[in-house]
């Protein structure tokens, strides 16, 4: 699944109603205290077509979270794959990472707010689709750590548990009419992801 430029999730019309109601009704009720019945009257749907295409308001809830993190494996696959340099390469995905939460933040929000209520195998599904995002990042940290165009100092592992730590921290600060874009947050921390890599010394670039 792509998204457009921005990073916003495209859904056929019927889905993304049920989808967009889910979202809308998880948001304002919580998942414990939303119906289905209530998601297909929001939705203007029958049950029937829902059942067409989610099996359960668990696979609602999944779904919500997943399709954004489809979109944005395949924009970081095109990134990682693509023509540029290492770092060139690397800030374009770090930028996008948090571009792309941002213009999804109410899903990525709804879901890790209910995550713990799926059944214990979609959680361990969900977890798996992550960690082969966060693993395909982590690759390009490598790649410039051995060409010798990032300091090896830090194991990548933690260079990307620290950096993916603040991008799922933006769900607590970041409003979409304050002072900066996501587009403009994204720039500021692929700066400082790139930054602290190029950092040899240990000492850091206090006072010069």
Not at 80 to 102: C, F, I, K, Q, S
Not at 184 to 201: C, E, I, M, N
Request: charged share 25%; glycine share 10%.
């Amino acid at each position: 699944m792509g998204g457009d430029q921005g990073g916003h999730v495209k859904e056929e019309p019927v889905r993304g109603r049920l989808l967009g109601a889910a979202t809308r009704l998880f948001a304002e009720r919580g998942f414990e205290g939303t119906s289905v019945q209530e998601i297909v009257l929001a939705a203007g749907v029958t049950k029937g077509a829902m059942y067409h295409y989610f099996s359960s308001k668990d696979d609602l809830l999944h779904e919500i979270y997943a399709r954004v993190l489809r979109m944005q494996m395949d924009r970081l696959t095109r990134i990682a794959d693509g023509p540029g340099t290492v770092a060139e390469r690397l800030h374009a995905a770090a930028a996008d990472v948090v571009e792309t939460t941002t213009a999804n933040l109410d899903d990525s929000k709804i879901f890790f707010r209910s995550m713990h209520l799926l059944a214990p195998e979609t959680q361990k599904s969900v977890r798996a689709e992550r960690r082969r995002y966060h693993e395909r990042f982590r690759a390009l940290v490598a790649e410039g750590q051995r060409e010798g165009t990032f300091s090896d100092r830090v194991p990548a592992d933690l260079v990307v548990d620290y950096f993916f730590g603040s991008v799922h921290h933006l769900g607590t600060w970041y409003h979409a009419d304050g002072p900066l874009t996501g587009a403009q947050v994204g720039r500021h921390f692929a700066d400082l992801l790139l930054t602290s890599l190029r950092d040899r010394d240990g000492a850091g670039h206090a006072g010069q």
